[in-house]
């Protein structure tokens, strides 16, 4: 039987008065790349904001990887590894130095040889040793993720993670994140608004819309009640109307 | 406690490499020299009025030979210390400041909230780099001081002398970890970096330059240049019976004056380095005996200072962009 890797129940937060996320419910199995997709300001970020413990839920409750997000933020912290969208690093520090330093803080003593190993996993070798404010957009993706993976997380949280990337990184970066799931079984969250990513990377997707959850489901369920090319299209703009899953 | 040392760690990486914290190194050490010029050349004009006096009183004949003006080589750092003061607390500010204000700007504080243990950490091991560095600053104010008494003013300079400035330079890098934490206590706790950088001037403005100024505005002594009781020839203890009338005037004077750490920092250093008068050419027991408050009162200070930073450290997610 699979567990689950993330869990949502009733989870609201507001901006002051503006609500952003209206009683979000959940559950997200282990093994799965799930896709939440929305318009801007639909409440993916604050999502995953509230995911990571970056953010604190105004109401409701969220596990992830076992641990409650406002009862025990730090185990949910050493579970989790995050990219944020446009991820950015200590520019005068070098590859190397950047990863030694969030590989420390993520509890790794002697992280050297675990950076080797997963910059050659991210295709990011030769360049330990120059300064990430010379990288470009791709570059630092590649590092961001690299960091991300430093501590085998259980569960990978992107945000929005092809954003401003050219079509070659975009398809290496899908590439990597199929296989980081494929290898390590890791669970991973990724928001993005661009459905040809979701149909060629995630499992399971779920649409935001205004702050609440519009549909939740496998990507062949989905794409099955809308059987056409742009399926998951049609499904997006019909959860516009539809009323909530 | 090793997460705190990996974030110092960083952090030092990070100044070691910043072009600013080397222009304040740099500034530091010019102005301890240059103020060292300046008391020597002083020092040396007061010994050719001296000499030229003392041949005039020889030359008239007469036997009475007019006493030297003495030097305590010390004495030369009065100006070095002043700038320490007073440059010293801007410059920890603006260090400060940007330990923590580079996190906002640069948007690395949410790969640094996701990965660290407790927004406290982060603060403390930032405040840890900066007081390691700040050690390394007074260590460089220190030598640099010293080697300035002995080659410019021509002084010899012995043990006793290099272990009161090291107690000046220990009290130095108190003073600057008091606004080292400060700084990033406000910035922390600020939405806007704008806004934390004129908190924090304000705060400089007021606890290093006004509150003394009014302290040394309220004392009668400063009434007149060179002082009033000198200026009418009154001794120490007829002045001590006049100011024994004003008791109550001179403890809100002195209490207002205290409240202010640069004050409590300048009346230690001038103690230990003798350049306060009555402290010349004084054992350290003395100098402690007459201190010890002030340096008890610059540790809470400081000790507060710390604290409110490492609680600051609970609003870390302040610094969030969004």
Known sequence: ?245 | MSETVTLARKELLDLRRDRVVWIVVGTLGLAVVLSVVVASLDFRAQLADYEAYAAQVKASGSGVTPAAPQLFPLQLLRGGMEYVEVLGALFALMIGYGAIAKERSRGTVDLLLTRARSGTSIVMGKLLGLAILWAVIMAAVVVTALASVALIGGSTIGWHEVGRMALAGAAGWVYAVFWSAIAVAVTTLTRNSTAALLTLLVLWLVIVLVIPQIGDTMDPDNQVPGGLFKALAIAKPDEHAVLHHFATYESLRNGLEVSSLSKLYERFTFATLGIKDIYNGQSLAVVWDGTFRYVIGALTLTGAALTFAAASGRRIHTLRRS
Do not use: W
Not at chain 1, 29 to 45: M, V, Y
Not at chain 1, 98 to 107: E, K, P, Y
Not at chain 1, 191 to 212: A, Q
């Open chain 1, 1 to 245: 039987m699979t567990s689950t890797a993330i869990a949502l129940d009733r989870v609201t937060h507001r901006y002051g008065t503006r609500p952003a996320l209206v009683d979000l419910t959940l559950d997200i199995p282990e093994g799965e790349i799930f896709g939440l997709l929305g318009h801007n300001g639909a409440g993916k970020t604050t999502t995953v904001g509230i995911l990571t413990t970056l953010l604190q839920a105004s109401a409701g409750d969220a596990v992830v990887a076992g641990h409650d997000v406002r009862t025990a933020a730090r185990d949910v912290r050493a579970s989790l590894g995050y990219l944020p969208e446009n991820v950015t690093f200590y520019n005068d520090l070098t590859t190397m130095e950047n990863l030694v330093f969030f590989a420390r803080l993520s509890g790794l003593r002697r992280p050297e040889a675990r950076i080797g190993e997963v910059l050659e996993f991210v295709g990011f070798t030769g360049h330990d040793h120059e300064r990430v404010g010379t990288f470009s957009k791709g570059m630092r993706q590649r590092v961001g993720l690299a960091q991300a993976l430093l501590h085998r997380p259980a569960v990978l949280f992107l945000d929005e993670p092809t954003s401003g990337l050219d079509p070659e990184g975009v398809r290496a970066l899908r590439e990597l994140i199929l296989r980081v799931n494929a290898e390590h079984g890791t669970t991973i969250f990724m928001n993005t608004h661009l459905l040809s990513e979701v149909t060629k990377t995630c499992t399971s997707i779920g649409i935001l819309r205004s702050g609440r959850l519009v549909h939740h489901g496998t990507l062949a369920d989905t794409v099955g009640a809308f059987p056409t090319e742009d399926a998951l299209e049609r499904a997006y703009f019909a959860s516009a109307t539809d009323a909530p899953a």
